[in-house]
């Protein structure tokens, strides 16, 4: 590491140039390409006519997260305090068709302000490396502020009183066992139930909290960069966030659920240490699905959208000997094949993560998308078996045709491969470096006593 203000050597790269190990280790690895025609065709035997439908949903829910960490002061690099910040754009369908006036190429500037006007946005404030949160050591703060937020009522569906703390116990049936205290590694099982979200370690005398099932703690040291454990809350508490709205939804009225889409900046996935709740949000939608069928309603449209990462790189390099209008599912060994170039690691690729499914569509104006559609199934229990099912199109008859109507309807020119409702969402809840980033900045330096 230098010293502050000292310059890199301009010949410090010359041993490395010259060094006969290197070159030799360069020799020796190989990377993925775009494909030659001769490859390029033979992959794109792979995809089919896409499945057409003019059904589209009544209500559009489109989710985005942003997280902000930054040294509080230069002389204390490593002293931060994270900002989280998740916003949810809901819109009538009919509102969306209604933004150009009849006879007229223009969009109305009022209905779009007030399509904006629908965005909710919900902030969180997490202490960093460094940052003592009422007195407690740092990791313990944390564990405190991360429940402290969950349980407040801006995670609350309105009229429902219900937080993405009480999902918790919903996803997983009514009570959480933490096996040890994250406070001194000791003691335990400590067992919750609703109404009982905190517990006394026998050991330490710390108090363990029902939160602390999600295991965001874990990364976060007195010393160094936690911007790692700001970005798996956000990651965690948007897909949450999204369950507790289902969830709340459906109990109100079932129909309504029935017509809605999802749609989420990213995959259906949950990274890290949260990842365990993967397999109860699948379970959970699961069952909403099974819920609307045994009505007599379609099952809602719950889908990712990736923009960027390993398939979206693969679909944008294959698009153009891709013909419009047509779709892949990624099957575990088309992703070993032709995105990773080695052999699947495991029996079923994202076993411990993804709780979707990846399709690569080409909408008929030649856009590009990566579309993770919410697995049809309750578990993943036969490893090979589900990594066959996941990928086969037949199990998502219920979903295919809608999901690229709907994405064929609302995609949109602004950015490469966009649709909007993810995009505003997005605008609502990025916060920019500047001056977005700078102010929280001045914020954190007032009022941190």
């Known amino acids: 590491m230098p010293y502050e203000g000292q310059q890199a050597s301009k010949r410090g790269h010359i041993d490395i140039v010259k060094n006969d190990d290197v070159k030799k280790f360069l020799s020796e690895c190989a990377y993925l390409t775009q494909p030659g025609d001769q ?36 002389k204390f690099p490593s002293t931060q305090v994270g900002y ?58 944390f564990r405190r502020a991360v429940y402290e937020q969950l349980s407040d ?64 703690h874990e990364q976060i040291s007195d010393q160094g960069d936690n911007s790692s454990a700001i970005t798996r809350f956000m990651n965690a508490v948007e897909h949450l966030q999204l369950a507790t709205l289902l969830k ?17 900046d990213g995959p259906l996935a949950l990274f890290g240490q949260p990842a365990r709740y993967h397999a109860s949000i699948q379970a959970f939608y699961y069952g909403l699905f099974e819920r609307c069928e045994s009505a007599g309603l379609p099952p809602p449209l719950i889908m990712g959208m990736q923009k960027d990462g390993m398939v979206m790189e693969h679909a944008r390099a294959l698009s153009p000997h891709l013909k419009n209008g047509t779709f892949c599912a990624i099957s575990d060994q088309y992703r070993a094949e032709f995105i990773n170039g080695i052999a ?28 993770c559609l919410a697995y049809p199934f309750a578990n993943k229990r036969n490893r090979k078996e589900f ?44 916060i920019s470096l500047s001056p977005g980033g700078t102010l929280l900045d001045v914020l954190t330096k007032k009022h941190l006593s």
């Not at 490859?39 to 009544?58: G, R």
């Not at 699947?344 to 579309?371: A, C, M, W």
């Not at 990928?391 to 309807?409: E, G, S, V």
């Open 39 to 74: 490859a390029a065709v033979s992959i794109a035997a792979h995809y089919k006519p896409a499945p057409k439908c003019d059904v589209l949903p009544q209500l559009v829910v489109a989710s985005d997260g942003s997280a902000y960490s930054e040294p509080i002061d230069k």
């Open 84 to 141: 989280v910040k998740t916003s949810f754009m809901a819109f009538d369908m009919g509102d969306y068709n209604g933004l150009v006036t009849p006879g007229s190429p223009f969009v109305d500037p009022y209905a779009a302000a007030s399509l904006h006007n629908k965005a909710r946005a919900v902030a969180f404030t997490l202490p960093g490396s460094n940052v003592r949160y009422k007195g407690l050591r740092v990791q313990d703060g």
């Open 153 to 216: 009522e801006r995670t609350q569906i309105p009229r429902g009183g219900f937080s993405v703390k009480d999902m918790l116990y919903h996803l997983e049936g009514g009570q959480i066992a933490i096996e040890k205290c994250p406070s001194c590694g000791q003691g335990g099982p400590h067992l919750f139930k609703r109404g009982k979200d905190e517990s006394a370690c026998s050991g330490c005398g710390a108090t363990v909290y029902v939160t602390d099932s999600l295991r965001i």
């Open 248 to 264: 709340a939804m459906a109990d109100n009225n079932l129909s309504t659920v029935s017509g809605t889409a999802i749609m989420v």
């Open 344 to 371: 699947p690691l495991t029996d079923n690729f994202g076993h411990e993560t993804y709780y979707g499914q990846d399709f690569i569509y080409k909408t008929d104006s030649g856009r590009i998308f990566d579309v």
């Open 387 to 430: 990594s066959g099912q996941k990928a086969d199109p037949k199990n998502y008859d219920r979903w295919l045709a809608r999901a690229f109507a709907l994405i064929r309807h609302l995609e949109f020119d602004l950015y490469e491969n966009s649709v909007v409702p993810v995009a505003l969402a997005h605008r609502h809840a990025s």
